[in-house]
């Protein structure tokens, strides 16, 4: 028996209610029995987070910011201008705050 493989196209049309935007899942937290690795692409506006908002990050997290843009502040720590192209990687612990400058897509994985 061969490992699953796990596969989608972008597809707004299945985008789900996250805790901020919405999410299309490509590999759901547990899925294949991994309970660390999972992957999506999230879609934020400034209209879903008309505020700043802070994120404790709670497991190991990559993002690609496929476009849009977004600023990350490492609470104490640098903060990052993430536009169309820009990829970053945060530490389980970290703390961050959020803010959503213009409409984004991101693909993320959290492992």
Known sequence: MSAPVFHADHDPSVFEPFEVGQVQWLRRPGDGGNQALSAGIWSVTPE????????PITEDETVYIVSGHLRIEVIGGDTF????????SFSKGAKTRWTVVEPTIEFFVYS
């Open 48 to 55: 879903d987070a008309p505020e700043t908002f802070d994120l």
């Open 81 to 88: 201008e993430l536009k169309a192209g820009s990829m970053a």
